[in-house]
């Protein structure tokens, strides 16, 4: 009899408070990424090529980053709350 395909014990299965705390947990660290990703996306620009004429100056790219950092910090305390309310929902499960 192949054992691969038995049951789960109570022992093996994952409990459901500890899958929802990893998805809790992946979902903070995709907001922690979204907005790390969101400001550097604001400080190097969308173009992956730029030849010298086409640069941004110092100010256009400073104005970009102050433009993006709100919405960047709220999404990255927003990742940190949701990533640490999944450590302790995986915990208490």
Request: proline share 6%; glycine share 10%.
């Amino acid at each position: 009899m192949d054992d691969s395909k038995a049951e789960p014990t109570p022992e093996t299965a994952p409990l459901p408070r500890s899958r929802l705390g990893w998805g809790l947990m992946a979902v903070g660290c995709a907001l922690v990424l979204w907005a790390v990703l969101g400001l550097a996306g604001a400080g190097y620009g969308s173009q992956p090529t730029r030849n010298f004429a086409a640069r941004r100056s110092y100010n256009m790219v400073k104005r970009d980053v102050h433009r993006a950092f709100p919405a960047a910090m709220m999404r990255a305390v927003a990742g940190l709350a949701i990533l640490a309310l999944g450590a302790r929902t995986r915990r208490r499960g």
